[in-house]
């Protein structure tokens, strides 16, 4: 997929980057609600109905749970509405094969999945004090989809606004380290929803130190969750340290305004969320730490995928610069690997 289409900038092509970024922004905020579904125990808050609310399409003399998992699921919908007003909005303002196509039209699926994921943990008895291993599994799945989603939605954010299409095939170790960052920073988020399920449901005791804690975890009694609490923060350090030089690589081989700036962000959010997990870890995971940390998690997700869009879509800006008489541009692969030539 190559080359670069303009959206129109009048009808409804001018609401489409608008469009775009209204979703993006909304559905981080319906991400921070659902985990305070999770955090306050209200996930059974509808019983085991889905998608009805304890059996009926409005709760009637509903308890405060019940009142928090409805509205989450109220604002889910919205969320669906959201993206398919963006697909039509994309349909209509774009032509055949323009890229905002794609991520509008991924973007909604990926919202419908995200549905149907808590569908699941609804109807299996997957929510409130259920301590089945099954349910790390699926809260698992569900950040996945969740980052993968708001992944979509930048995407579609810079199509709207006129960026270029990404180009993935010969992009050397270029591509492949980017991939490994951003799988990384994939599996890192769903072992940090299994922790997150662990600090609810099996919180540290008053008093007790981290070792103590790590003990405990594996114990004779210590369940699947439990087990898994200690890889989050191990995962944490490794991603960390392979994100820093990652930016440091695409800084070299892809050099420019935009891959700079978005190494700089990446490392800055790599810092601040260190610290958020260490204190969490300290203060033993409060509700307004929790939501903090997920919400840095967003932020330095997106960021990744930020910086990976601006080294990928480099070499086409370094082949424009090149010379006039060829498609090729002398593209390095990594260090100590011989510059070779890529027709883009």
């Known amino acids: 997929m190559s080359g670069t289409r303009t959206v129109p900038r009048t009808g409804a092509g001018a609401w ?151 180009r993935l095939r010969r992009q050397g170790l270029v591509g492949a380290w980017s991939f490994v960052g951003l799988a990384l920073l994939l599996v890192l988020g769903m072992a940090g929803a299994v922790t997150a399920l662990g600090d609810l449901l099996f919180a540290p005791a008053d008093g007790s130190t981290p070792i ?30 392979f994100l820093v030089w990652l930016g440091v690589f695409l800084r070299r081989e892809r050099p420019g305004a935009g891959t700079n700036r978005w190494s700089a962000v990446l490392w800055a959010l790599l810092g601040v969320q260190m610290i958020a997990g260490l ?8 509700a307004w730490m929790q939501l903090t940390h997920l919400l840095l998690s967003c932020l330095l997700w997106l960021a990744t995928v930020m910086l990976v869009y601006r080294a990928l879509t480099a070499l086409r800006a370094q082949s424009h610069a090149g010379p006039a008489t060829g498609g090729d541009h002398s593209v390095s692969d990594g260090p100590g690997r011989a510059a070779r030539n890529v027709n883009v």
């Open 16 to 166: 489409l980057p608008r469009l775009a970024w209204a979703a993006l922004i909304y559905n981080v905020l319906v991400i921070l609600w659902g985990a305070v579904v999770r955090i306050s125990g209200a996930g059974a808050g509808c019983g085991d109905h889905w998608p009805l609310c304890n059996g009926v399409v409005v709760p009637q003399s509903p308890t405060l749970h019940t009142v928090i998992e409805f509205s989450h699921r109220l604002t889910s919908a919205a969320s669906g509405l959201l993206a398919i007003a963006l697909v039509v909005v994309a349909f209509r303002s774009t032509g055949r094969g323009h890229p905002v196509r794609l991520g509008a039209v991924l973007s909604l699926g990926l919202i419908i999945l995200e549905g149907l994921v808590g569908g699941v943990q609804v109807l299996l008895g997957l929510t409130a004090d259920s301590t089945d291993p099954a349910r790390g599994f699926v809260q698992g799945i569900h950040l996945a989809n969740t980052f993968l989603l708001l992944g979509a939605l930048l995407l579609t954010v810079l199509w709207a606004s006129g960026e270029p299409n990404l």
């Open 212 to 241: 103590e804690t790590v003990k405990r975890d594996f114990g004779v009694t210590a369940s699947v969750i439990e087990n898994m609490r200690v890889v989050h923060p191990m995962l944490a350090v490794l991603t960390s340290a």
């Open 279 to 286: 204190t969490n870890v300290v203060l033993k995971a409060p």
